[in-house]
């Protein structure tokens, strides 16, 4: 039976990750500050400060786990409750990666997948590929992320430690932070609020939330190495995927598309190229973006009416 150390295992993609895994015959050692509901009998919650480096070792030593999907990270969140790239938080979670990496490597570990983001590209209006697209991050999220997947391959080389780099796009779906765009839409029709946005021009590859998850876990099977995108390789204008909500809530009268200015630096264009994926693992996404998006609203739809109970 394999064993599988998964950090952030309590959250948004955390937890969706814990439901594929629980599927399998596995022995699951699961972080995070809150538990999931969706674990079952076969996970095991560790109480451990993944920054505290002697925490760490000591819970590698005990537990040896064969497998490492690391997606834990500091989402300190700007005031107003969305999540700041711009945090300076996100520089520690460089070293305690690293550390990670190290405490797994020292107990026996095999086989590592780490979770990186799209915003390590440079967002130059091309398709963004692996080994082609040229690697330039804008905020100190991209950048610490893509720090710490440059010293997780040199360390990775030296010691001989199978690993890949999950490099995720834009993800959505049931439990997202309220404030992201798709659930905040979804939210305020539903409250019979107006949506004011911007002209939603932007294109962006969106992937359900469980289609991400379980691309991490074909990575986790899998012999593939370094950076591999994660992501549905199609592109959505952000005014459709809006009119889509609206149009599925009949809430097309409260939105006001182009009420507000777009910040000069946003990124007109975010595709992600998957082919790696695809031909490499037994990975099919089973979501398309409007499937994803009404199973999210009656996610919410059904979160609500029981808080009104």
Same mark, same amino acid.
């Given at each position: 039976?394999?064993?599988?150390?998964?950090?952030?295992?309590?959250?948004?993609?955390?937890?969706?990750?814990?439901?594929?895994?629980?599927?399998?015959?596995?022995?699951?050692?699961?972080?995070?500050?809150?538990?999931?509901?969706?674990?079952?009998?076969?996970?095991?919650?560790?109480?451990?400060?993944?920054?505290?480096?002697?925490?760490?070792?000591?819970?590698?030593?005990?537990?040896?786990?064969?497998?490492?999907?690391?997606?834990?990270?500091?989402?300190?969140?700007?005031?107003?409750?969305?999540?700041?790239?711009?945090?300076?938080?996100?520089?520690?979670?460089?070293?305690?990666?690293?550390?990670?990496?190290?405490?797994?490597?020292?107990?026996?570990?095999?086989?590592?997948?780490?979770?990186?983001?799209?915003?390590?590209y440079?967002?130059?209006?091309?398709?963004?590929?692996?080994?082609?697209?040229?690697?330039?991050?804008?905020?100190?999220?991209?950048?610490?992320?893509?720090?710490?997947?440059?010293?997780?391959?040199?360390?990775?080389?030296?010691?001989?430690?199978?690993?890949?780099? &999950?490099?995720?796009? *834009?993800?959505? +779906?049931?439990? !997202?932070? =309220?404030?992201?765009l798709?659930?905040?839409? /979804?939210?305020?029709?539903?409250?019979?609020?107006?949506?004011?946005?911007?002209?939603?021009?932007?294109?962006?590859?969106?992937?359900?939330?469980?289609?991400?998850?379980?691309?991490?876990?074909?990575?986790?099977?899998?012999?593939?190495?370094?950076?591999?995108?994660?992501?549905?390789?199609?592109?959505?204008?952000?005014?459709?995927?809006?009119?889509?909500?609206?149009?599925?809530?009949? &809430?097309?009268?409260? *939105?006001?598309? +182009?009420?507000? !200015?777009? =910040?000069a630096?946003?990124?007109?264009?975010? /595709?992600?190229?998957?082919?790696?994926?695809?031909?490499?693992?037994?990975?099919?996404?089973?979501?398309?973006?409007?499937?994803?998006?009404?199973?999210?609203?009656e996610?919410?739809q059904?979160?609500?009416?029981?808080?009104g109970?």
């Amino acid at each position: 039976m394999n064993r599988i150390m998964v950090t952030g295992a309590g959250g948004f993609l955390g937890s969706a990750c814990l439901k594929q895994l629980v599927k399998d015959e596995t022995e699951i050692y699961a972080i995070d500050l809150k538990k999931s509901d969706s674990s079952g009998e076969s996970v095991q919650w560790c109480d451990v400060d993944l920054q505290n480096q002697t925490e760490v070792d000591q819970l590698f030593r005990e537990t040896k786990p064969d497998k490492l999907l690391h997606l834990a990270w500091g989402m300190n969140r700007a005031e107003g409750g969305s999540f700041s790239y711009a945090s300076e938080s996100h520089l520690s979670w460089i070293e305690a990666g690293l550390n990670i990496a190290r405490a797994f490597e020292a107990a026996g570990g095999r086989r590592m997948v780490v979770s990186g983001t799209c915003f390590e590209y440079d967002h130059d209006g091309e398709i963004c590929k692996e080994g082609t697209t040229p690697l330039l991050p804008q905020n100190n999220y991209g950048k610490s992320k893509h720090e710490l997947q440059s010293k997780l391959h040199a360390f990775c080389e030296e010691m001989s430690l199978s690993y890949a780099w &999950g490099r995720v796009f *834009l993800l959505y +779906g049931p439990n !997202e932070n =309220p404030n992201r765009l798709i659930p905040h839409v /979804i939210r305020s029709i539903l409250a019979g609020n107006p949506v004011k946005t911007t002209h939603g021009n932007q294109v962006r590859d969106y992937l359900f939330v469980e289609d991400v998850a379980s691309a991490l876990v074909a990575l986790l099977d899998s012999s593939l190495t370094g950076p591999v995108n994660i992501c549905s390789g199609e592109g959505t204008r952000l005014k459709d995927i809006i009119r889509y909500i609206a149009k599925v809530l009949d &809430g097309e009268h409260l *939105l006001h598309i +182009g009420a507000i !200015e777009a =910040p000069a630096h946003e990124v007109g264009y975010l /595709i992600g190229d998957n082919t790696l994926l695809v031909e490499n693992t037994e990975w099919i996404p089973r979501y398309d973006l409007n499937t994803g998006l009404e199973r999210t609203i009656e996610s919410i739809q059904k979160e609500l009416k029981n808080v009104g109970k």
